[in-house]
């Protein structure tokens, strides 16, 4: 049996939120990552995996547990391990060649070697006849090579990618793809695994060989997926396909768990994290949904390219559905509900009222609000105060995220009205 190169062990990470209360966002995260492969955590944004990735790193401390690399504890960032940015941190004042160099520079290798390092490590990501180029004179694609010679500079065992490609084109994050497979298939790098944090699905299957699939509210390993398919992989192959749908599949099923389906006693609290989802986007999808004639049910993959949507694009969208009850999710296929193809055939006003039926009925937070308006002698109240009540369960940022949600659902339905400059909320018309 092969021996691991890092091991993670029971790793938890909380953030203090005030003297008696943390938010926990990593919960007992167990894995281990081999010589010979690469290994690609997928899940939504917000679920833990960049957090994950800077402790691995060493860059963060673990609230509880352990990370192992060869053998002995990360409690500080290790020569052997370096990480790809998803941003691509260039320092504008200094040419490809001096970024490049800084890492060795750093460590205190003397400015020959460092400099023949450097010109090794741009020759091997394609960047020859750049040397002397500032950032500014860069593409995107080209600032991220720059991104990963400076990785690969410090001749790494572990290369640690936190969505390097994501703020790519898709043209050139492809490319770029393709080229990082050339450069771990070559003999020119030292890497040994490299560990990649992704949301996008086809990006995990085009370059993993396993992948670990991430769910949320807390962070953790819901299920490891074998590839098993040869490099180079066309995305249009029958098996690479097959794979895509499978990890669909389980991505809606291990994403959706925690929601109600339909239908379900169980319903949702008042510290849910609602998706940051727009009505414009749940209006688009219920149209879009509507439009395959002749289908109950949708494949999720067809729709998300169909509609040239990414996991992180598409995913929240139809969690909004499933809360609202427009829309049931289930192995890897959605279809509408009664109540959504109603508010697909309803005109304006109409619409208004279905969904704010939907909002009282199976929104508890937003029904919390309507009811504390409807109380209070001024029908009215400070944002302030329902935002303290969110972060009595979430993040300042998860609440101020929440509560714009609330806000923006619950006008749309004429529940409530909003007043930006004073953060009043109140009764359009108070009986």
Known sequence: MRKPIIQVKDVQKSFKKTANHALLVLDRVNFAIHEGEIVALLG????????????????????????????????????????????FALLPWLTVL????????????????????????IDIVGLDGFESAYPKELSGGMAQRVGLARALVVDPEVLLMDEPFSALDVLTAENLRSDLIDIWRGDKANIKSVLLVTHNIEEAV????????????????????????????????ARFRAR?????????????????????????????????????????LLEELASYEGRIRVDLPELAENLHFEIN????????????????????????????????????????????????????????VREVLDTSPTHEEREKFFLERLESHLSEQAAEEVMTVVIDWGRYAELFAYDYNSGILSLENPE
């Open 244 to 284: 895509v749908d499978e990890i669909y599949s389980l991505m809606t099923t291990t994403a959706l768990e925690r929601m109600p389906a339909i239908p379900k006693t169980r319903t949702i609290g008042m510290e849910y994290r609602l998706p940051k989802v727009q009505i414009s986007e749940i209006l688009g």
């Open 44 to 87: 939504r944004s917000g679920s833990g995996k960049s957090t994950l990735l800077r402790i691995i790193a060493g860059l963060v401390a673990p609230s509880a547990g352990e990370v192992i690399f060869r053998e002995h504890a990360v409690t500080h960032p290790e020569p052997g391990l370096t990480m790809v940015f998803q941003h």
């Open 313 to 368: 694009e598409l995913f929240p969208i139809c969690e909004a559905l499933e809360v609202l009850r427009l829309a049931q999710v289930s192995a890897g296929d959605i279809e509408l509900t009664a109540v959504g193809r109603d508010i697909v055939n309803a005109d304006i006003q109409e619409r208004k009222k279905l969904f704010a039926t939907q909002l009282m009925q199976h929104i508890p937070f937003v029904r919390f």
């Open 206 to 237: 085009s370059l993993a060989d396993r992948i670990l699939v991430f769910g949320d509210n807390p962070g953790h390993v819901r299920q490891e997926v074998q590839v098993n398919l040869p490099y180079p992989r066309n995305s249009e192959d």
């Open 98 to 121: 001096e970024n490049v160099e800084l890492g060795l520079e750093a460590r205190g290798v003397s400015r020959p070697e460092r400099r023949a390092k450097a010109l090794e490590a």
